[in-house]
C-alpha cells in the first residue's frame, strides 16, 4: 500500500479545508489518510497540566476530522492520532513515514494562528517530505499544475510532472529570470540583455527536457518571464489546481514566502537540494 498522506487539524475553518482537501488527495492517489492534531507541551518527560483536559479536547477536534473526511470520501481509510509538544518538531516526526504533508494556511484563534504560522514556516523551510499548504481550493478543476523552476530544479519538477500526470492535468513551467544588478540589462544595452534572456531562457528549455521524456502524455506549457519568480507564480496560481516550488536553504526562501502568502490554490513545497552541473547533465 502506499504511504499514507498525513494531515494536521487544530480545529479551526482553515485546518477543516485542508482535511477536505487531503481525503480527496488520498482517494486520488489510492492512499490512506492519517489526521492528527499536536496538543499541550511536553515538560519532565509527561504532558502539561490539563493533559486530561486537552485529551478529550483532542478527541473532539480528530472525530470532526475524520467525520469530514469521510463524509466527503465515504470508504476512504482514515487513522487519527494525538501529537504532543511543539507544532513544528511534532510535524516533522509524524511525517517520517508520510508521503504527504498537508496543512492550512492559518490556524485557530490568535494564538494558535501564530503557531500554526511559525509551524508553516518551521517546515516550508525543510519539510521531511513534500508538504502542501492550503490556501483555499477551487470549487472545479483547473486542469492545471503550475511549478516554478530554474536550472538547478530536480525534486521540485519531479514532483510537479507525477502530480500533472497523475491528474491528468497540463504543466505550466514557470521560469522567471532577472537580470544581474549591474549588468547591461541596467546600462540600457537591449541587444545584449535580450541575449541574455535568452540564454537563461534555452538553459531552462533544456532543464524541462529529462522529465518530459518521462512523462510524454504531459502536455507542457513552457513560460519564461523577466521579472520575480512571486509574481508570476502568484498570478498563474489563480488558475491552477497546485502551485509548486522548491525550498533549497535551511531558512524559508523569499519566493517560497511569497508564493506561500499570496497563492489562490494550494502550494506544494518540495524539498530540493541543489544540483551540480554534472548530475543536471545526465538527467
Given at each position: 500500500?502506499?504511504?499514507?498522506?498525513?494531515?494536521?487539524?487544530?480545529?479551526?475553518?482553515?485546518?477543516?479545508?485542508?482535511?477536505?482537501?487531503?481525503?480527496?488527495?488520498?482517494?486520488?492517489?489510492?492512499?490512506?489518510?492519517?489526521?492528527?492534531?499536536?496538543?499541550?507541551?511536553?515538560?519532565?518527560?509527561?504532558?502539561?497540566?490539563?493533559?486530561?483536559?486537552?485529551?478529550?479536547?483532542?478527541?473532539?477536534?480528530?472525530?470532526?476530522a475524520a467525520r469530514l473526511a469521510t463524509a466527503?470520501?465515504?470508504?476512504?481509510?482514515?487513522?487519527?492520532?494525538?501529537?504532543?509538544?511543539?507544532?513544528?518538531?511534532?510535524?516533522?516526526?509524524?511525517?517520517?513515514?508520510?508521503?504527504?504533508?498537508?496543512?492550512?494556511?492559518?490556524?485557530?484563534?490568535?494564538?494558535?494562528a501564530l503557531r500554526i504560522g511559525s509551524a508553516?514556516?518551521?517546515?516550508?523551510?525543510?519539510?521531511?517530505?513534500?508538504?502542501?499548504?492550503?490556501?483555499?481550493?477551487?470549487?472545479?478543476?483547473?486542469?492545471?499544475?503550475?511549478?516554478?523552476?530554474?536550472?538547478?530544479?530536480?525534486?521540485?519538477?519531479?514532483?510537479?510532472?507525477?502530480?500533472?500526470?497523475?491528474?491528468?492535468?497540463?504543466?505550466?513551467?514557470?521560469?522567471?529570470?532577472?537580470?544581474?544588478?549591474?549588468?547591461?540589462?541596467?546600462?540600457?544595452?537591449?541587444?545584449?540583455?535580450?541575449?541574455?534572456?535568452?540564454?537563461?531562457?534555452?538553459?531552462?528549455?533544456?532543464?524541462?527536457?529529462?522529465?518530459?521524456?518521462?512523462?510524454?502524455?504531459?502536455?507542457?506549457?513552457?513560460?519564461?518571464?523577466?521579472?520575480?519568480?512571486?509574481?508570476?507564480?502568484?498570478?498563474?496560481?489563480?488558475?491552477?489546481?497546485?502551485?509548486?516550488?522548491?525550498?533549497?536553504?535551511?531558512?524559508?526562501?523569499?519566493?517560497?514566502?511569497?508564493?506561500?502568502?499570496?497563492?489562490?490554490?494550494?502550494?506544494?513545497?518540495?524539498?530540493?537540494?541543489?544540483?551540480?552541473?554534472?548530475?543536471?547533465?545526465?538527467?
Amino acid at each position: 500500500m502506499n504511504a499514507h498522506i498525513l494531515v494536521a487539524t487544530d480545529g479551526s475553518a482553515p485546518a477543516a479545508e485542508a482535511v477536505r482537501w487531503a481525503a480527496a488527495e488520498a482517494v486520488r492517489g489510492s492512499r490512506p489518510l492519517r489526521i492528527v492534531h499536536v496538543s499541550g507541551v511536553w515538560g519532565y518527560d509527561r504532558p502539561a497540566a490539563g493533559a486530561a483536559r486537552q485529551d478529550e479536547q483532542s478527541r473532539s477536534i480528530l472525530a470532526e476530522a475524520a467525520r469530514l473526511a469521510t463524509a466527503q470520501e465515504p470508504g476512504l481509510s482514515v487513522a487519527t492520532a494525538t501529537a504532543w509538544g511543539k507544532v513544528s518538531a511534532a510535524l516533522r516526526r509524524e511525517a517520517a513515514y508520510a508521503s504527504l504533508l498537508v496543512l492550512g494556511r492559518h490556524g485557530h484563534g490568535l494564538t494558535a494562528a501564530l503557531r500554526i504560522g511559525s509551524a508553516v514556516r518551521a517546515l516550508a523551510a525543510q519539510p521531511p517530505c513534500p508538504l502542501v499548504v492550503v490556501a483555499g481550493a477551487p470549487a472545479e478543476p483547473w486542469g492545471e499544475v503550475v511549478v516554478g523552476f530554474d536550472e538547478q530544479s530536480r525534486a521540485d519538477l519531479a514532483f510537479a510532472f507525477a502530480e500533472a500526470d497523475r491528474r491528468g492535468a497540463r504543466l505550466r513551467a514557470i521560469h522567471a529570470w532577472t537580470p544581474p544588478v549591474f549588468s547591461a540589462f541596467v546600462g540600457g544595452d537591449l541587444s545584449l540583455s535580450t541575449e541574455l534572456f535568452d540564454d537563461a531562457c534555452a538553459a531552462a528549455h533544456e532543464t524541462l527536457q529529462p522529465w518530459r521524456e518521462r512523462h510524454p502524455l504531459v502536455p507542457v506549457v513552457e513560460e519564461a518571464v523577466c521579472g520575480g519568480a512571486v509574481a508570476a507564480l502568484t498570478a498563474a496560481s489563480a488558475r491552477a489546481d497546485l502551485v509548486v516550488v522548491g525550498s533549497r536553504k535551511a531558512m524559508l526562501g523569499s519566493v517560497t514566502s511569497g508564493v506561500l502568502h499570496g497563492a489562490w490554490c494550494p502550494v506544494a513545497v518540495v524539498h530540493a537540494t541543489p544540483v551540480p552541473a554534472a548530475a543536471r547533465s545526465q538527467g
